[in-house]
């Protein structure tokens, strides 16, 4: 059954962005995508998702955890190393995202409070 409170749009986000630790580009991007998602009437601050080949390979090291978003999937995290720094579960992605999601298969989300994402 589909919750009709809980939704999310998903567009491209028009403009290069970066996400960065410390000062140091982990990914930069011109094929970002923005989610927007909105849960019973509440809109949360826009994510934005990068190409996962546009992402410094060596900067994400898959861990253990996982969560389930009832209209995203679930999701897969990743440990941010950059500069010396280890930003544990710092990114995530949904491999199998649900069809409402499907724009984001292959891309990366960076948790805003652990790494600087902005335009580039």
Not at 8 to 22: N, Q, T, W
Not at 38 to 52: M, Q, T
């Amino acid at each position: 059954m589909t919750d009709k409170s809980h939704s999310a749009r998903i567009s491209l986000a028009g403009e290069p962005y970066a996400a960065k630790v410390a000062g140091v580009t982990v990914a930069r991007s011109e094929h970002a995508m923005i989610l927007q998602e909105e849960k019973a009437g509440k809109s949360y601050p826009p994510v934005v998702y990068f190409p996962r080949e546009d992402i410094a390979a060596e900067s994400l090291q898959p861990t253990d955890h996982h969560s389930h978003c009832p209209i995203k999937g679930d999701a897969s995290y990743f440990t941010v190393k950059a500069d010396g720094k280890t930003l544990e579960n710092a990114a995530w992605s949904y491999p199998q995202p649900l069809p409402q999601a499907a724009a984001v298969k292959g891309y990366v989300a960076f948790y805003p409070d652990k790494v600087t994402v902005e335009p580039a």
